[in-house]
Structures are given as structure tokens and as C-alpha cells.
């Protein structure tokens, strides 16, 4: 079974730019989830989303935004970069939303802004 | 809100030596527990975790935590470490409050394990 696929792996933008990045979850996952790992700030919570719902969101500013599709895969978006929004950015998947459930993390993006 | 804190940003340790990886958390209400892997450009893989029952829980390659409810800590072991374990081990939290599998992760301890 195939595991998360985020794509693009590496994705360079300037500042005032805006990204996409994608998440593909493992088949039959309907829940997936996204995190911010940053050196300085470690792991964030970004948004979860189960159903095309969002169940739950991070403390992160409007510009981060994210959304679920029929098929489980998610994008998430973030508009007017900034130099902070550096970042690997980590999708999770797993088969609901119950609390506990286990997490299967993608390999990631890694997002620079110049 | 929860809050988690690994006391030890970076454990050195020769191979076949045990390790202990600290973590506490501080939280209000009850919370799950977890340790989560990291290997070099990888994303994260899931070690064990704790819901409920016995306190002491074992994991995949060895690895082993036990959780102490009075000192709010959930701290990793393993008896003899391999090169192989060199990476990231995060540990994290979510509550039982959360409709959710939204995890509270602490700053990672960075496991070096030398020859």
C-alpha cells in the first residue's frame, strides 16, 4: 500500500507569493492533517480535516488556509509569504478522526522563501 | 491547552548502550501520549503510544515507555541501542477533550548514537 505523497517535494518562492501544496493520504484514510516544522518553532498544528470538514485549527494568521476533496486528498494554501513561512511542511493521514488514532506522516514539502 | 517539554535537546550514546529519552507534559485535562521517529529527510513514524491501562508500553525496534501519571512524564528507553537509531524522537500529546487527532509535540531530542 502506498503511503502519504505530498508534492512538490521542494518549492522555492519570493516573498508576497503564494503557494499550494499538496497531500495524497494512504487509501481508505479519510482523515488528514497538516504540521509546520520549523528549526526554531519545532512541530505545529496547522488544520485537520475528515470528511471535507475542518475539525480542528492551529493557531497560525488567515493566510494559511487548507481544504479536503471527495477523495480524501487535501491542498492546503498559503498566500502573501513571508520569509517565516519557511518551512518543512508535514501532511498526516489516518483512518478517522477518533482521538489516539495513528498518524502516517508524508515525507513532506519543503518550502523557502527568498 | 497542553504543553510538552523534552529536557534534553541532544542525547549522545555509544551503540549497545541503554538510553532514556525524557518527556514531560502539562496539560488540564487527560491526554494520550506518543513518541514519534524522525530519520534524515523523512517524515515521521509512529513509536508507541499510551491511551489507557498498563503504564508501561513497548513499541516497534526495541523501544519501550513508561507513563507516570503523578510526575507527568513519559520517558523512552530502549536497553541497547543500534547505530540505525540515530534520528529525531518527538514526544506528544492530545487531549481527551479534542474531537481530534490534533497532537501538542515537544521541541525533539536528538538521539546520536556513536560507534
Known sequence: KAGVTQTPRYLIKTRGQQ?????SPISGHRSVSWYQQTPGQGLQFLFEYFS??????GNFPGRFSGRQFSNSRSEMNVSTLELGD???YLCASSLGPARGEKLFFGSGTQLSVL | AQSVTQLDSQVPVFEEAPVELRCNYSSSVSVYLFWYVQYPNQGLQLLLKYLSGSTLVKGINGFEAEFNKSQTSFHLRKPSVHISDTAEYFCAVSDWDNAGNMLTFGGGTRLMVKP
Open chain 1, 19 to 23: 503557494v499550494t501544496l499538496s497531500c
Open chain 1, 52 to 57: 471535507e470538514t475542518q475539525r480542528n485549527k
Open chain 1, 86 to 88: 519557511s518551512a518543512l
